[in-house]
């Protein structure tokens, strides 16, 4: 008997494999820990920057983490971002996680959930060290802010209550906004098919247009452990390579973001 699994919410696995909350649950949780913790904004005094990316650094070690960080922290980045699977879920991975971040005043970081981010009951382990897995950030110039939206798709769907917050920030926020950038762990352009945390497609036609109207830069994100470029419309869609350690091309994302133009750079580890 061959079971398929989908991630619509009504179907959303509960267990060691999944999620035991819904993504309307961690979307409620989210938005009460944002009300307790103001959106970040950081100040910085050129025009060009950097972000570092990465996801699926699937911890059990960090050889490639602590790499990921130093480089980040060397080149200047005003910020890190990790795109989900940090763990696997077990509270150990967590634990070990959290050890290995850097200081504070280092560099600013921030990170979402993926789907083995919830495995084991991960949620709570995740929003107990990190809090909020759907927020936003911004990065002011001396001419311009830019916009960064950190989604959770962990459950492979955005659920109905983010989506919606999705669409009101795109419609608030980005018309003030130079550049726009949306992570998510779930890509929608996928290059490997899996029997869990395939977004549904009425989900995937309604973020498209999302990405169309508003001018979304770049959509980031992991998941699929192999690197991919799709170019839709004026959106640049990029799948990142795993960070885990022991992957064959292990690498990150560098984003340098610039007063006309965003672009970005694949770095492998070796």
Not at 7 to 15: D, L, P, T, Y
Not at 198 to 224: F, Q, S, T, Y
């Amino acid at each position: 008997m061959l079971a398929v699994f989908s991630s619509c919410e009504r179907f959303e696995m509960r267990g060691f494999i999944m999620s035991y909350e819904s993504a309307d649950r961690r979307f409620e949780q989210s938005m009460e820990w944002n009300a307790r913790h103001p959106y970040k904004e950081i100040n910085v005094s050129n025009e060009e920057y950097s972000i570092f990316a990465m996801g699926d650094s699937h911890v059990g070690t960090t050889k490639n983490l602590d790499r990921f960080f130093d480089e980040a922290t060397a080149a200047g980045a005003v910020a890190a971002v990790m795109a989900g699977d940090i763990t696997d879920g077990h509270p150990e991975d967590y634990n070990l996680f959290s050890r290995h971040l850097p200081a504070v005043d280092s560099l600013n970081y921030f990170m979402i959930t993926g789907n083995h981010d919830l495995y084991f009951d991960g949620w709570k382990q995740f929003y107990s060290l990190f809090g909020s897995s759907t927020y936003i950030f911004t990065v002011r110039t001396p001419q311009a802010t830019d916009l960064f939206i950190c989604t959770d798709t962990g459950g492979g769907t955005l659920g109905k209550d983010q989506l919606e917050w999705l669409k009101n920030i795109l419609k608030n926020e980005r018309p003030g906004c130079r550049h726009c950038f949306l992570f998510t762990h779930n890509n929608l352009f996928r290059i490997r098919h899996t029997t869990s945390t395939n977004p549904p497609v009425e989900e995937l036609h309604v973020l498209m247009d999302l990405c169309v109207r508003h001018n979304i830069d770049m959509v980031v994100a992991g998941h699929d452990h192999k690197k991919n470029v799709v170019k839709f419309a004026g959106t640049t869609h990029i799948t990142m390579d795993a960070l885990k350690d022991g992957y064959e091309d292990a690498g990150y994302l560098v984003l340098d973001i610039g007063p006309d133009s965003a672009a970005y750079e694949f770095v492998q580890l070796r």
